[in-house]
């Protein structure tokens, strides 16, 4: 069916920047709300960012002003542009997708998520 497939993730320096992306692929009819969400070790997963297909953007308050999230419907395609990066961004981020079949079913659907680790 519908599966979401991440990269950008790596190793960075603090203050350094990231660009991570997620592409849509599979039977999709529409894709609606997307977002991006964090997992550090030990915890549970937590929201980065989210948009709608309208391109409205809500961030969390730990990385305001220093993330930036953005789609390309045309692609379905999803990206998370990541600046001034610090150590406490250090968690596996996932991408996660709203998705609407054209049966009218809704539902969600999870990438593998991608390891960022920032560190000096």
């Known amino acids: 069916q519908v599966q979401l497939v991440e990269s950008g993730g790596g190793l960075v320096q603090p203050g350094g920047s990231l660009r991570l992306s997620c592409v849509a692929s599979?039977?999709?009819?529409?894709?609606?709300?997307m977002g991006w969400y964090l997992q550090a070790p030990g915890k549970q997963r937590e929201l980065v960012a989210t948009?709608?297909?309208?391109?409205?953007?809500n961030y969390a308050d730990s990385v305001k002003g220093r993330f930036t999230i953005s789609r390309d419907n045309a692609k379905n395609t999803m990206y998370l542009q990541m600046n001034s990066l610090k150590p406490e961004d250090t968690a596996v981020y996932y991408c996660?997708?709203?998705?609407?079949?054209?049966?009218?079913?809704?539902?969600?659907?999870w990438g593998q998520g991608t390891q960022v680790t920032v560190s000096s």
């Open positions: 996660r997708a709203y998705v609407s079949s054209r049966s009218g079913d809704v539902y969600t659907v």
């Open positions: 948009i709608t297909s309208g391109g409205n953007t």
């Open positions: 599979g039977s999709i009819f529409s894709i609606n709300g």
